[in-house]
């Protein structure tokens, strides 16, 4: 097990049965309140980030996917665009909905957020049944833009998250 993934081991907690009966979060509160190993999960995420080429942009999934994305884009010198959920951006945007393990949801980004030929890596904490991940792929497509590749804290393979993501590059610091 490598470095990043024992910490995660250590410091993310599994929560049963929330938000609903038959799912478990990953807690990533703990691991947060841990400086030194939230400093390397973050220089983790970036060297895989790193390792898919050169990017313009990192989006960012509400809202977990705000607190590692944001240093990681500062990491690789790139801009982040932070995907919304919907109604909670000020400007025109554009919005895909999708189907999550425990419901619906709609997320959106600023319509002048990316431009066409823009490069984009798309971060999360955690890689479930793989909606939140394929919407924002479709909202960087919506934006002319392309994606190089997804990085995620941690990977859940049994809700097949993967399959959804086609042939775009995913690496992941953990799998439970």
């Given amino acids: 097990m490598g470095e990043a993934a024992a910490l995660i081991e250590k410091w993310v907690r599994p929560i ?46 509400e809202a977990r996917g705000f607190i590692v994305g944001a240093p990681v884009a500062l ?7 932070p995907v919304r959920k919907e109604g909670k951006l000020p400007s025109e945007t554009l919005s895909v909905s999708y189907e999550l ?8 980004i600023h319509a002048d957020a990316l431009q066409p030929g823009d490069r984009v890596l798309v971060i999360d904490d955690v890689l479930a049944t ?12 919506q934006a002319g833009a392309t994606v190089t590749g997804h990085v995620v804290a941690i990977e859940l393979p049994a809700l097949g998250g993967r399959s ?11 799998t439970f």
Avoid: H, N
């Fill in 130 to 141: 793989g909606g939140t991940l394929e919407a924002a792929d479709a909202l960087v497509a």
């Fill in 16 to 61: 049963p049965d929330w938000p609903e009966p038959g799912v478990t979060f990953r807690d990533i509160t703990p691991l947060l309140a841990q400086p030194e190993a939230f400093a390397s999960i973050i220089d983790a995420l970036a060297a895989a980030g790193e390792e898919l080429g050169p990017v313009d942009a990192v989006l960012g999934i």
């Fill in 164 to 174: 959804r993501l086609g042939d775009i590059p995913l690496r992941s610091l953990a």
């Fill in 75 to 81: 990491k690789l010198g790139a801009g982040f665009v």
């Fill in 101 to 108: 393990e425990y419901g619906e949801a709609t997320v959106e």
